[in-house]
């Protein structure tokens, strides 16, 4: 397609379950990011690949969370054991990688809510 | 920790005014600046991307860096009510760093 593309568009879950989304970038792009966003609050950095192997998940807040990206286009997020703070819009960006500039661009988003 | 500071908003100016918009970030060694527009309840679309000091000009948007002062600004000509959106500023860190840093937002009003 021509943008990122992000599935669900939104999630509700129930605390204690485990959820996945699911971020598909530009095509091309070698470079993918996720951030989660909370209201009123700028994104923030969560993880980011470079083709197939995370080169920085310094921003997963603790082990529940997990990305792969096993053939270096699509990503998964994962996040077990839910709890009602996970609750945000987790964002993915992609970007043509070393040397483009880091141009990320966004996706729309997956509004996750844990009840 | 890397820090970008923002002033919240709202910042209102009439139809056809100039709108500018400021940032401040903490880490010395950040190479690339970024000017986000997010409009309620969409994802952020990049506008502007600025690498070295000085102004960077495409259509109505300016972007302007300040390595030194540790500044970058966003002017946008001739506003427009469509300009309405909150806008972010996001810095990557030093050389090998891609991550974003966002600031929180600053939030434009442009009134007819």
């Known amino acids: 397609g021509a943008g990122v593309s992000q599935t669900p568009s939104n999630k509700v879950t129930e605390k204690g379950k485990y959820v996945e989304l699911r971020c598909d970038p530009i095509?091309?792009?070698?470079?993918l990011y996720w951030y989660r966003q909370s209201l009123g609050q700028g994104p923030e950095f969560l993880i980011y690949f470079q083709g197939t192997g995370a080169a920085d998940d310094s921003g997963l807040p603790n082990d529940r969370f997990f990305a792969v990206r096993p053939e270096g286009s699509v990503s998964t997020l994962k996040i077990q054991r839910t709890e009602r703070g996970d609750s945000a819009v987790y964002l993915c960006?992609?970007?043509?990688?070393?040397?483009?500039?880091?141009?990320?661009?966004f996706g729309p988003g997956t509004r996750l809510t844990v009840l | 920790q890397k820090e970008v500071e923002q002033n919240s908003g709202p910042l209102s100016v009439p139809e056809g005014a100039i709108a500018s918009l400021n940032c401040t970030y903490s880490?010395?060694?950040?190479?690339?600046f970024f000017w986000y527009r997010q409009y309620s309840g969409k994802s952020p679309e990049l506008i502007m991307s600025?690498?070295?000091?000085g102004d960077k000009e495409d259509g109505r948007f300016t972007a302007q860096l300040n390595k030194a002062s540790q500044y970058v600004s966003l002017l946008i000509r001739d506003s427009q009510p469509s300009d309405s959106a909150t806008y972010l500023c996001a810095v990557t860190g030093g050389a090998g760093s891609y991550q974003l840093t966002f600031g929180k937002g600053t939030k434009l009003s442009v009134i007819p």
């Open positions: 960006a992609s970007s043509g990688g070393l040397g483009s500039g880091n141009e990320q661009f």
């Open positions: 600025i690498y070295s000091n």
């Open positions: 095509s091309g792009h070698t470079a």
């Open positions: 880490d010395r060694g950040s190479q690339s």
